[in-house]
């Protein structure tokens, strides 16, 4: 892998790119994450990293140009209770599940395109096989299940 891109951070919000000599903008950033280059983002004033805030800005920049990233009931779990109860699920857990699922999705695209290779037609088989797999099942029941429900005289009720 490439050496770490190094970016410092200015009070104006400006990213500068110190081995290039040049400022970039958070989707030029983006890309390069994307192409798998790992980022280092530095407080030009502090030296304090601002890698995760930085990275946590493009993520939302994107949701804005999309679709919903999360689930509300996960988000307010989040606000709820910060780092306190989540972080390990999201340093560890969550990190870890992508990885294996992006593996996974990368076995059967390589798999599927050798099906394809040999001329087989596998499309029934493979819909029929498909159509129970939810590598993320019903995430919005999962942390709608952690959120207390308000019982019927405004305190917090079971279940």
Do not use: C, H
């Not at 390069?32 to 946590?56: M, P, S, Y």
């Not at 804005?64 to 307010?76: F, G, I, N, Q």
């Not at 109860?85 to 076995?107: G, P």
């Amino acid at each position: 892998m490439a050496d770490k891109v190094k970016l410092k951070k200015y009070a104006n919000r400006r990213l500068y790119d110190t081995a290039n000599s040049v400022f970039v903008s958070l989707s030029q950033v983006a890309d390069l994450v994307k192409q798998g280059r790992e980022i280092e983002i530095r407080d030009d004033r502090t030296g304090e990293d601002v890698t995760a805030f930085i990275l946590t800005q493009i993520v939302l920049e994107e949701v804005k140009r999309k679709t919903l990233l999360l689930p509300v009931s996960l988000l307010s779990l989040l606000i709820r209770y910060g780092d306190n109860v989540l972080s390990e699920f999201f340093d560890r857990y969550l990190e870890q599940t992508l990885r294996n699922y992006l593996a996974y999705k990368s076995t059967v695209d390589e798999q599927f395109q050798k099906w394809l290779e040999l001329g087989q037609d596998f499309s029934q088989l493979t819909q029929k096989a498909m159509s129970n797999l939810t590598p993320f099942p019903a995430w919005g029941e999962f942390f709608s299940r952690l959120t207390p429900k308000k019982g019927p005289e405004g305190g917090e009720g079971e279940g």
